[in-house]
T-cell receptor, first 111, second 114 residues
Framework: GQQLNQSPQSMFIQEGEDVSMNCTSS?????WLWYKQDPGEGPVLLIALYKAGELTSNGRLTAQFGITRKDSFLNISASIPSDVGIYFC???????????FGKGTLLTVNP | NAGVMQNPRHLVRRRGQEARLRCSPMKGHSHVYWYRQLPEEGLKFMVYLQKENIIDESGMPKERFSAEFPKEGPSILRIQQVVRGDSAAYFCASNRGASAYEQYFGPGTRLTVT
């Protein structure tokens, strides 16, 4: 099946630092979604991207839909302790409603 | 709270028993998706349902697993004769329709098979 390669697998940063993570695929996706999952909870939608090249922000979060439609990245600026969690990218192809997920990036923020 | 509801949050079953997981979609949503998450893995699609219809069950194991979304009441994911390998977190997501790409997830049911 299709796979999304998400990197890095984990990050340990100091409070206040900026963070960048990305997802790549060998297949084209028409929609990219970024989710955050806290321990014991379900994924929460952070940002949705619909067009190649699109750059979208949500507070301190910024995500971009790669121009080739095979990648996306998520930036978090000025990290705070509550940013801790697992960040997942997910892609959709065309009218196919199934979400294909990356394996996640575990973010730890040291106060 | 108009979010996606799932219950139970935690379920323990012995091998061979049946597990029933329930999902109530967000208000105004009539499309439900079930995903499974193994430890340290991303979510994997299992099945997509609309009211009284299974649209795509290509991610569901062929045996022991079934899903329904009746006209009234929650969507049910049913696992018969559970085995240890069924232990996972099962998430339900909903949206207004297949063309509404954003899917909103519930808190999940953590199934443990002993």
């Amino acid at each position: 099946g299709q796979q999304l390669n998400q990197s890095p697998q984990s990050m340990f940063i100091q409070e206040g630092e900026d963070v960048s993570m990305n997802c790549t695929s060998s297949s084209i996706f028409n929609t990219w979604l970024w989710y955050k999952q806290d321990p014991g909870e379900g994924p929460v939608l952070l940002i949705a991207l619909y067009k190649a090249g699109e750059l979208t922000s949500n507070g301190r979060l910024t995500a971009q839909f790669g121009i080739t439609r095979k990648d996306s990245f998520l930036n978090i600026s000025a990290s705070i302790p509550s940013d801790v969690g697992i960040y997942f990218c997910a892609g959709q192809r065309g009218s196919n409603y199934k979400l294909t997920f990356g394996k996640g990036t575990l973010l730890t923020v040291n106060p | 709270n108009a979010g996606v509801m799932q219950n139970p949050r935690h379920l323990v079953r012995r091998r061979g028993q049946e597990a029933r997981l329930r999902c109530s979609p967000m208000k105004g949503h009539s499309h439900v998706y079930w995903y499974r998450q193994l430890p340290e893995e991303g979510l994997k699609f299992m099945v997509y349902l609309q009211k009284e219809n299974i649209i795509d069950e290509s991610g569901m194991p062929k045996e022991r697993f079934s899903a329904e979304f009746p006209k009234e009441g929650p969507s049910i994911l049913r696992i018969q004769q559970v085995v240890r390998g069924d232990s996972a977190a099962y998430f339900c997501a909903s949206n207004r329709g297949a063309s509404a790409y954003e899917q909103y997830f519930g808190p999940g049911t953590r199934l443990t098979v002993t």
